[in-house]
């Protein structure tokens, strides 16, 4: 069965760094596309980056360019997320997405204060 288990978030003051993982299972995952979306309460989910299967191409919101960095390691089927010049505003609920599953993981809680 698809599996995608995210970890790496926590608690971080602004202008710190965190590393988001997501470990994927249960597909071919160099095959995959692979996002990062976030949710913050009281608002919709929204696409913060995205990788192609191979890593060659990358997509970001215009809110994390210049600061997050998407990266994948097809060998360990592991997409990160580096997460760089946090802000009050970027604390949400981060998940990784699989675009050939359509399957979400869990979810990792960032939150960063100020």
């Known amino acids: 069965q698809v599996q995608l288990v995210e970890s790496g978030g926590g608690l971080v003051q602004a202008g710190g760094s965190l590393r988001l993982s997501c470990a994927a299972s249960g597909f071919t995952f160099s095959l995959s596309s692979m996002s990062w979306y976030r949710q913050a309460p009281g608002k919709e989910r929204e696409l913060v980056a995205r990788i192609s299967s191979t890593g060659s191409g990358t997509y970001y919101a215009d809110f994390a360019k210049g600061r997050f960095t998407i990266s994948r390691d097809n060998a360990k089927n592991t997409v990160y997320l580096q997460m760089n010049s946090l802000k009050p505003e970027d604390t949400a609920v981060y998940y990784c997405?699989?675009?050939?599953?359509?399957?979400w993981g869990q979810g990792t809680q960032v939150t960063v204060s100020s």
């Open positions: 997405y699989s675009g050939m599953t359509t399957f």
